[in-house]
């Protein structure tokens, strides 16, 4: 394929009539652009143009190539203009994953972002799978992890780290009594995020840094945060919740701390997204725009508490 820049030089010789005014019209010298022509006609087996110390004519085969290039750098233009645009203000559609709750998380703060961005467009995709973001063609990723993805072909924003804390309403405590140990959780009613049945296990850590593994028989399982954090203050069992969700009921009393000296390990809440290099300006608008909101510390907070993972 002729190099488009060569094509560009036998564009404004002919444009200009000659080699003499295309250096002058483009400010390069007459010699370079000799040369440039000449290897294109090189590459194409073809004479472009007849040219002497007198005379100066293109030829038959050199007014279609004309034609052609003049049409390929008006698509080169176009493209720049495309780009130029995108990289100018945000727009376009960007794809981004999340765990069911996030959405609702976001949804008070999203008209405002949205109408100081109208060219931009968003898709949520709400599921707890861990989506692959090259194959499924996602932009950005909202996780939260023990340990941060460490797949080469993606970069990662840190937003905050998190914990969450066994919890309980009075009345159940009232009605069972307080657990003395982790192994004690086996004998209560509890919550439970997650959609298998049977014997579940949390895995908690205490402040010397030891961990265990408590085993429990959920009485309620779910993947939606919302219902799980209503069955708990209702008294259907212990659960295991994030700590900022349930900052407010444990000040209010309707929770109460159970085994105190016991939480789970911190989670790492992340975006995740494909590259910095050449990022579009709806992308980091977006990934902006999450890591403002789902900060524990944004207004965002005080509307709804949801559970990420």
């Known amino acids: 394929m002729p190099d488009l820049n060569d094509l560009s030089f036998f564009a404004a010789v002919v444009s200009n009539g000659g080699f003499s005014a295309a250096s002058r019209a483009l400010g390069v010298p007459k010699s370079r652009i000799s040369r440039r022509v000449a290897a294109l006609e090189d590459e194409l087996g073809v004479r472009l143009v007849e040219r002497s110390t007198r ?24 493209i720049d203009d495309v780009i130029s645009r995108m990289r100018a203000e945000p727009q376009g559609l960007v794809r981004i994953s999340c765990p069911p709750g ?11 972002f949205m109408a100081a961005h109208p060219k931009l467009k968003l898709q949520f995709l709400i599921s707890n799978r861990r ?7 996602v932009d950005i990723a909202v996780r939260v992890r023990q340990q941060l993805d460490t797949d080469a072909d993606l970069q990662v924003k840190i937003i905050e780290r998190t914990r969450s804390v066994l919890v309980a309403s009075p009345e159940l405590l009232a009605a069972r009594g307080a657990p003395a140990s982790p192994s ?6 509890t919550v439970s995020l997650g959609e298998g049945a049977g014997v ?25 945060f919302p219902l799980l954090r209503e069955a708990v203050l209702g008294g259907v069992g212990v659960g295991l919740l994030p700590e900022y969700a349930s900052r407010e009921f444990l000040e209010s ?17 992340h975006l995740v997204f494909t590259s910095r290099r050449g990022l579009l300006p709806g992308v980091r608008a977006a990934l902006d725009f999450l890591a403002a909101t789902l900060r524990s510390d944004s207004p965002a907070w005080q509307v709804e508490s949801v559970k990420l993972l």
Not at 131 to 137: A, F, K, N, S
Request: proline share 6%.
């Open 55 to 78: 005379r100066f004519k293109v030829t038959d085969v050199g007014q279609d190539v004309y034609r052609h290039a003049r049409a390929a750098l008006a698509e080169a233009e176009a």
């Open 102 to 112: 996030v959405d609702r998380l976001v949804a008070g703060c999203l008209p405002h």
């Open 131 to 137: 989506v692959d973001l090259i194959e499924e063609g």
């Open 184 to 189: 004690d959780l086996a004998l209560f009613p």
């Open 200 to 224: 579940d296990r949390w895995r908690l850590m205490n402040q010397a840094g030891e961990t265990i593994e408590a085993a429990h028989a959920p009485r309620l399982t779910a993947s939606a």
């Open 253 to 269: 009393g309707r929770l109460v701390r159970v085994l105190p000296d016991w939480e789970a390990p911190q989670g790492i809440l």
